[in-house]
Structures are given as structure tokens and as C-alpha cells.
């Protein structure tokens, strides 16, 4: 079977040891894995309100779930994961060619912090991406609706507080020539799904918006 995608990523980066007194054996909180585990309370602040999510009950963690929470929320880049690679990216933007290209698979885990609040490495999943409290699958349908978005925002010109608005503004519709209108229209409903749910929206911004250069530009 494989290991989760901060499993994967922490084989990735070369096993990494934590700072934390030598493990002993043990059961994982967070992932279940028997083996080598470390005291939660050496690598998470006593802040973290996460133990919740932690199914296996211990405060222990395995190597990897600990490593994967030792990079403070607000450094996390955004990350490619496969079952052998990390990939980061400095901008959504740049992953965005990735995720409109089809669905997620099985091998493939995306991290997307916006927020910069959470932990999010230790959340990520197989097929799904995973940001500010939340994981979703990213699906074909995922993928044709972040396809359209970007099309809207580039050849479009729609602005984000346009976008934001449940249907598109008349004022927009009147500037498209009328061969852009049956998609608009088509795009513009399928987006409700993530406009009304604030982590999910501020990904799709910050999937869409432009390279810092061009922003310059424009
Ligand atoms: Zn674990």
C-alpha cells in the first residue's frame, strides 16, 4: 500500500529526523502507524487545536506525521506531491496548469495554503487537494471549472469582485462578443459550488491570479 502523501514527502526530502528525544515504539495519532513514534508535545505548540482530527487517540506521533508539522504553517509553500517526488511551486498560479489539466491520481496529493494558518502537509490526501481546513477530491469536474475560471479572468477580463457575484454582471456581458456568452453563462452558475465556501474560493483566486510580473504589466 502506499504511504500517505507527508509520508511520501518526507521519504522525498531525504527521511528527515525531528527535534524531538529519540522515538519509541509506538502508535501514531495521527496516521496509525505502528513503529517509532515521538511526544506530540515536542514538535506541536500548545496552541494547535488539531488532535480532533487525530483518529488513533495517542499524542504520539511517527516520524513523518511529526516532520510534516515541524514547517511553521506561514513558510508552507505550495506542493506537488507524488509517491516519489515534491514538486513546490511559489505561486498558485504556476499549479494551476496542473490542476486544469484533468483530475488528480491516485499517486498525486496537492497542498495549497492560502490562509497560512494550519497546518496543511499532515491533511493532504491522494486525488485531493487540500488547503485551509479543508481536503476535497479533485475531480474532472473540478478541473473543467477551474479551466473556466481562468478563462474568465484572462480572456474574459472578469474581476474577482465580479466573480464574486452569484451571475455575471450585464455590464460584462454587453463588452464579450456573443459567441463567449453561452459559456459564460454555462461557467458562471457551476462556480456557486466554490464561491460559497470560503477556503475553496480563496484557492480559486489564488489559482487564477496573474504571475507577479504580468500583474506588473497589466
Ligand atoms: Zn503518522
Redesign the pocket.
Known amino acids: 500500500m502506499l504511504s500517505?502523501p507527508?509520508?511520501a514527502a518526507w521519504v522525498a526530502a531525504g527521511r528527515p529526523a525531528v527535534d524531538a528525544p529519540p522515538p519509541v515504539d509506538g502508535r501514531?495519532?495521527?496516521?496509525?502507524?505502528d513503529g517509532p513514534?515521538v511526544t506530540s508535545a515536542r514538535i506541536i505548540s500548545e496552541k494547535f487545536t488539531g488532535f480532533d482530527a487525530w483518529p488513533f487517540g495517542s499524542r504520539r506521533?511517527?516520524?513523518?506525521?511529526?516532520w510534516a508539522y515541524t514547517r511553521q504553517p506561514t513558510t508552507q509553500p505550495a506542493l506537488l506531491i507524488t509517491a516519489t517526488t515534491v514538486t513546490e511551486y511559489s505561486t498558485g498560479a504556476a499549479l494551476a496548469d496542473v490542476l486544469t489539466d484533468g483530475p488528480l491520481s491516485s499517486t498525486q496529493a496537492v497542498v495549497l495554503p492560502t490562509a497560512r494558518r494550519r497546518h496543511i502537509l499532515p491533511a493532504a490526501q491522494w486525488g485531493h487537494l487540500a488547503t485551509d481546513g479543508l481536503v476535497v477530491p479533485w475531480d474532472a469536474p473540478a478541473a473543467a471549472r477551474l479551466t473556466d475560471l481562468v478563462w474568465l479572468r484572462t480572456t474574459v477580463g472578469a474581476t474577482w469582485p465580479q466573480l464574486s457575484r452569484s451571475a455575471p454582471p450585464s455590464r460584462l456581458l454587453r463588452t464579450q462578443p456573443a459567441e463567449h456568452w453561452p459559456r459564460i453563462l454555462a461557467a458562471w452558475p457551476a462556480l456557486q459550488t466554490w464561491r460559497i465556501t470560503p477556503p475553496l474560493w480563496a484557492t480559486a483566486r489564488s489559482l487564477t491570479n496573474p504571475p507577479p510580473a504580468a500583474a506588473e504589466l497589466a
Open positions: 500517505d507527508a509520508a501514531c495519532g495521527r496516521c496509525g502507524e513514534t506521533l511517527c516520524v513523518p506525521c511529526a
